[in-house]
């Protein structure tokens, strides 16, 4: 009687090419990576600066203080650099003026100017009158009747008058 045997299934693999693959080094690029990370190092400051443009700020008055703040720019003593068709947001400001914040996009041109002007603090003026009842102008512009309060008046020297009527 003969007897049947099951034959199973094998993985056949050439013995050259599992030869081959044990012995092959692993892929590498060309030099080390981190000579590829100082070039990249070196080479974005300089993409930044050829496609950058100067912006000069004047400030009037000149400000105590400014900052630029937005993708790309980088103050320098009087401007920033910037890159062409972005915005940046420009902040100054200057003890008893009103603090100046507005968007500046910076064109193709390869020199821009920016300039802006500082508005003075309003102030507030009081008036009572002895009595009551005077009739008050500054710079001959009547305010109103004593006493009185008027806000947003401009910084700066004005003639005061008062006179009580007869």
């Not at 090419?17 to 030099?31: E, I």
């Not at 400014?66 to 890159?83: K, M, N, P, R, T």
């Amino acid at each position: 009687m003969q007897s049947h045997r099951v034959i199973q299934p094998h993985v056949f693999e050439p013995p050259a090419l599992k030869a081959a693959a044990a012995r092959r080094p692993p892929l590498k690029m060309p030099g080390s990576w981190w000579l590829w990370l100082i070039l990249l190092a070196l080479l974005l400051p300089g993409i930044y600066f050829i496609s950058s443009v100067w912006v000069r700020i004047q400030i009037e008055p000149p400000a105590d203080e400014y900052s630029v703040s937005g993708l790309g720019s980088l103050v320098l003593a009087d401007g920033f650099l910037a890159l062409p068709g972005r915005s940046y947001q420009v902040k100054a400001s200057k003890k008893g003026y009103q603090p100046l914040q507005t968007l500046y996009t910076a064109s193709p041109a390869d020199s821009q100017l920016f300039s802006a002007r500082l508005e003075p603090l309003a102030g507030i003026i009081a008036i009572q009158s002895s009595p009551p009842g005077a009739e008050i102008s500054l710079d001959a512009k009547p305010l109103g009747v004593s006493p009185l309060t008027k806000t947003d008046i401009p910084q700066g020297r004005y003639q005061l008058q008062a006179s009580l009527p007869l």
